[in-house]
């Protein structure tokens, strides 16, 4: 029985493979359409999917433009610091659980969870099945590399933040790209609109979509009922998310460091049951890979839906490197060198892009079932894993999905605090001021299972490139400093120290800075 198990995937896989470049006539296509495993797609999914491929081209130049910029800093990052994002890999996951050098700080471990409870979200499931069901199989590998050459703008970004970080009254410390592109590079009419950039996308765009990528995942239930079932979820939503956030940045940040670790290793777990269980496919799955991903003929008769823009898509957006996100919580960490933090935050490109979003593809691929446009989105995932495991399979999507969605919401108000206190002042805004911001966002999270999302799409992209548009240009300009930290700490690690960072021995003034001295 075992081996008939075996043969019968192998076989699916195979067509699997034999399908991904054929058109919608082929007749064994045909044929699978009408099968058993197939499960029509969520309506408003593709018409979101449908907008996102006839979007106007202004917004495509921004798109494109973020792109180039995401991509090219990553890689003079990586090249002028010595791919420090694989080099120092190790460093970085020994130090993950290193206490904060002050008991009332944030600890690097629940900064480097908030920043990757922002991240960490319905993209791992719905982004990477949109990947390659529109571009392919080999959109893993590409997303791959991407990912690993954007770990170095986390790296650059992050460590610019403890750089840079203020001191509240309490000791503890906050900052991000508005502090560092006005205190080091003096404008503050750039770094304002950075700030501005940031709440529109956290506070209004992207919890908009996630909040409707939630409710959207139970359209393939018996019990959905489009003019209720959106609501009650989203109502749900929004009190949980007000639990938690009316507790200020102390309970997101505790939440956080529970949830986030909780869901990916369970995320991790079933992944590695659906392979264990599928052992003798894997070599299979990774030759499709990488054949679909050098299939350069392919590639270039459709670039703009290829494996390799949708792979790099993937590797760029899912983590967010180089946006501008993870430094305001990394600048909250308490550390004895900044590059400490730096090594920390990169984690998040591993934990997002490198674990989870490999694992949801790897978890489809080997269970055979065909990924196709119409099934872009959460249910080529659901069938893929109701084929392995049953009707947990969909149920446990369904319950990521919500754990994902909820860490990111919670993560993205966090991020919105932050760029609060910097246009009041650079100081947290009254309690009753912060009430009401609260209210608002809540009011969002509901609002967002209830209105289709086409406008939130369009917003959110154009906000977050221009947030990447500002801050990687930033972090080019003040590389050198990043450079200069790195080698300070490799310098005392050679010595066999324990890195202090003090301004003055990379030649920055001690007076210019709230830490460091």
């Given at each position: 029985m075992h081996d008939e198990l075996e043969r019968e995937r192998e076989e699916r896989l195979l067509k699997f493979a034999a399908l991904a470049g054929q058109e919608r006539e082929d007749q064994e296509?045909?044929?699978?359409?009408?099968?058993?495993e197939y499960v029509p797609p969520d309506e408003a999914w593709m018409k979101k999917v449908t907008s996102e491929l006839r979007r106007p081209p202004k917004r495509r130049l921004v798109h494109w433009r973020k792109l180039v910029v995401m991509a090219a800093a990553g890689l003079y990052f990586s090249l002028r610091m010595g791919f420090v994002q694989i080099h120092r890999l190790p460093e970085g996951m020994r130090l993950v659980m290193a206490k904060p050098t002050?008991?009332?700080g944030t600890s690097p471990f629940q900064a480097l969870m908030v920043s990757s409870a922002a991240c960490v979200g319905t993209g791992n499931i719905i982004g990477i099945s949109t990947a390659i069901c529109l571009g392919g199989p080999g959109a893993v590998f590409w997303m791959t590399v991407m990912a690993l050459i954007g770990a170095a703008s986390s790296f650059v970004e992050c460590t610019l933040a403890q750089i840079y970080k203020r001191k509240n009254s309490d000791g503890t410390s906050y900052g991000g790209p508005a502090y560092y592109i006005e205190d080091a590079l003096h404008n503050k009419t750039l770094a304002t609109a950075f700030v501005v950039f940031l709440l529109l996308t956290y506070s209004f765009g992207f919890n908009l979509v996630c909040s409707y990528n939630v409710q959207s995942t139970f359209s393939v239930y018996s019990f959905y009922d489009p003019s209720v079932t959106p609501a009650i979820i989203g109502a749900i939503l929004a009190i949980l998310c007000g639990a938690c956030v009316m507790g200020g940045a102390k309970?997101?940040?505790?939440?956080?460091?529970?949830?986030?670790p909780f869901m990916g290793v369970a995320y991790v777990i079933v992944t590695a049951i659906v392979l264990v269980m599928n052992l003798?496919?894997?070599p299979y799955v990774i030759s499709m890979i990488l054949e679909d991903a050098f299939n350069f003929k392919a590639i270039l008769s459709g670039v703009a839906g290829s494996c390799l823009v949708m792979g790099i898509k993937r590797g760029l957006y899912s983590n967010e490197s180089g946006v501008g996100s993870a430094p305001n919580a990394a600048a909250s960490a308490i550390v004895s060198h900044p590059v400490k933090q730096g090594l920390v935050q990169m984690l998040t490109v591993y934990i997002d892009t490198i674990i989870l979003c490999n694992a949801t593809a790897f978890m489809c691929f080997v269970s055979g079932v065909v990924p196709t446009k119409e099934a872009a989105g959460a249910v080529w995932v659901q069938n893929s894993l109701f084929s392995e495991l049953?009707?947990?399979g969909p149920l446990f999507i369904t319950v990521a999905m919500l754990i994902f969605s909820f860490t990111t919401l919670i993560g993205n108000i966090y991020y919105c605090e932050n760029g609060l206190a910097y246009l009041n002042g650079k100081k947290m805004p009254s309690p009753s001021f912060m009430r009401g911001f609260h209210i608002y966002a809540i009011l969002i999270v509901f609002i967002g299972a209830i209105i289709p999302m086409t406008a939130a799409w369009s917003l959110a992209d154009i906000t977050m490139g221009g947030m990447t548009l500002i801050n990687l240009p930033a972090c080019v300009a003040l590389?050198?400093?990043?450079?200069?930290?790195?080698?300070?700490?490799?310098?005392q690690k050679a010595q066999g120290l324990d890195p202090v960072f003090k301004a003055e021995s990379i030649g920055m003034d001690p007076e210019e800075l709230d830490f460091w001295k």
């Open positions: 296509y045909e044929a699978f359409l009408r099968s058993d002050d008991e009332k309970r997101i940040e505790k939440a956080a460091s529970i949830l986030v003798g496919m894997i049953g009707h947990f590389s050198g400093v990043v450079i200069k930290a790195y080698k300070d700490y490799e310098k």
